[in-house]
Each structure stands twice: as C-alpha cells, then as structure tokens.
C-alpha cells in the first residue's frame, strides 16, 4: 500500500456501503479546492478521470494515459 493510499481506505472504510449521486461527489470537490486551490488542478483531472470512459477514444490532448492537461 502506497502512504497515499491511507485517504482512499478510510474513505472505503466510513463511506464504502453507501451510494452517492455524482452531483454530491462534484460539489464534494469543488469545496475541498475552494478551501485548497492549490489542488485545483489535480482535481480538475480527477473530474476529467471519472467523467470519461475507459474505453473512450476520444482524447482531446493527446496523452496516451487519457489523462487531461488543465489549461
């Protein structure tokens, strides 16, 4: 287990049987970034993650790993 790991397994500990609407997760993240902006790009690329399809082929920028550059 990586160290930044913990996060992701309290997270699944307290909160793994419950079910959430993606408008609940996205308003989630845009106040953890207002009481830290120095992470808005990073969760802008999260967003960006889960808002795309594995399979989608549709890749903007060019990156092989899919994952979106903020501007």
Not at 27 to 56: H, I, K, Q
Request: hydrophobic content about 35%; aromatic content about 8%.
């Amino acid at each position: 287990m990586y160290f930044t790991d913990r996060g992701l397994e309290e997270l699944e500990e307290r909160r793994g049987d419950e079910e959430v609407r993606m408008t609940w997760v996205a308003d989630r993240m845009r106040a953890f970034v207002d009481l830290n902006p120095e992470f808005e790009n990073a969760v802008d690329r999260l967003a960006t993650f889960l808002a795309r399809d594995e399979g989608d082929a549709d890749n903007e920028d060019g990156d092989e790993d899919g994952a979106d550059q903020a501007p």
